[in-house]
Every structure is written in C-alpha cells, then in structure tokens.
T-cell receptor
Framework: AQSVTQLGSHVSVSEGALVLLRCNYS??????LFWYVQYPNQGLQLLLK??????LVKGINGFEAEFKKSETSFHLTKPSAHMSDAAEYFC????????????FGKGTRLHILP | EPEVTQTPSHQVTQMGQEVILRCVPI?????FYWYRQILGQKVEFLVS????????KSEIFDDQFSVERPDGSNFTLKIRSTKLEDSAMYFC???????????FGSGTRLTVV
C-alpha cells in the first residue's frame, strides 16, 4: 500500500536560513508527488507537484523539491526562509494507477525564528 | 484559475443532527472526492466518486456517510447523525484525470457540539 512519511513533525529554522522538509514515499509504481501548505484555519494550497519529466520541480513562494527515485524521496527546500513561510506542510502521493486517492503524510509544522 | 468551491466555510451542528456539506467541483472534471482532517492531524481520504457512483471508500466512510451528485454540478457529503468525533475540516476535491488538475477546495470546518 502507498504510504508517505514526513520526518519531523516540527522543524525550526532561522529567518534567512535554508528550509529542508523531508518526505519519503513507498510505492510499487512511480507516484505523482505533491507538497501542500496549510496556514492556520485555512485550506490546502498546492506548492508544487511532480508528475513526469524533470525531477527538480519549482513551485510557488520560492520552494522547490527534487524527486529521487533511488532514494524514494521528495524533499522540499527553500534557500532562504521568510517569516511568512511559517505553516504546516504536507507531502502527498498519488499512485497513478487505478488507485486515485491522494495519500498524505502527517505533516511538518515549520517554525521561523527571528 | 478554476476553483473547487465549498459551502459553508464553517458549520456548527448539534450531535445527532444531519448535516450536508456542499461542493461545486470544476466543471469539466470527472472524478470527485471527499477528504477529512481532524484538528492537528493529517488529511485522510473518505470517498471517491466517478460516473455517478462511489468508486472507493475508506473505513471512515461508514453507513452514516453518503455522497451525491444531484444535479451535475454540486457534489454533496451527508452525515446522517453527527457525532462529536465528526468534528473536522472536510475537503472536497476534483480532477479531470491522472494527476493533472487534482484540485482541493478551501474546506468546510464542521463543529459538532
């Protein structure tokens, strides 16, 4: 069965520092992969997605993620954190076969330190 | 950009009451979904709907839940007799096919008191 693991339920970085949020997936087929951001009391906003093609995916707000099949990873990065990046981030996967539900990780809350 | 619209944004209901959550998917999308997020937890799949029938449902989606696409535009989730543990954010989603255009609504926060 498809699963998504996010390492670290809470990550704190200083403003201006590198953001790295880790995500690993397990799948018997190459999945489609997503990162969503959720601000308090709000819905899910798609940051970026990997479907096919280039493995380095650029998203909104300066975020990017790299699909590494050999490591079954899809880590999210941003070179320089901003206070407005403080939110919950969810990694998610869609198997891409008959199974069409998106499986979410448990989420990582990103804290930005001034 | 096309959006999935959910109404209401917040609903409070008394335990035991029926509640209907409404969604308007993107017009040319063919697959429809409901997901749930209990406060502080991850987003969980509830049900998928295609060609006017349920294609898959999770263990959460028991007999108290039902879905309907009554008029070709709306997609509703009904909870027949709400329980306190049904309090959550409910997200509707739709897609046209594959991973392309898989779009979530902004959610309805259901509070059962």
């Amino acid at each position: 069965a498809q699963s998504v693991t996010q390492l670290g339920s809470h990550v704190s970085v200083s403003e201006g520092a590198l953001v790295l949020l880790r995500c690993n997936y397990s799948s018997s087929v190459p999945p489609y992969l997503f990162w969503y951001v959720q601000y308090p009391n709000q819905g899910l906003q798609l940051l970026l997605k990997y479907t096919t093609g280039a493995t380095l995916v650029k998203g909104i707000n300066g975020f990017e993620a790299e699909f590494k099949k050999s490591e079954t990873s899809f880590h999210l990065t941003k070179p320089s954190a901003h206070m407005s990046d403080a939110a919950e981030y969810f990694c998610a996967a869609l198997a891409g076969n008959r199974d069409d539900k998106i499986i979410f990780g448990k989420g990582t809350r990103l804290h930005i330190l001034p | 950009e096309p959006e999935v619209t959910q109404t209401p944004s917040h609903q409070v209901t008394q335990m035991g009451q029926e509640v209907i959550l409404r969604c308007v998917p993107i017009s040319n999308h063919l697959y429809f979904y409901w997901y749930r997020q209990i406060l502080g937890q991850k987003v969980e799949f509830l049900v998928s709907f295609y060609n006017n029938e349920i294609s898959e449902k999770s263990e959460i989606f028991d007999d108290q839940f039902s879905v309907e696409r009554p008029d070709g535009s709306n997609f509703t989730l009904k909870i027949r007799s709400t329980k306190l543990e049904d309090s959550a954010m409910y997200f509707c989603a739709s897609r046209i096919g594959g991973a392309y255009g898989y779009t979530f609504g902004s959610g309805t926060r259901l509070t059962v008191v």
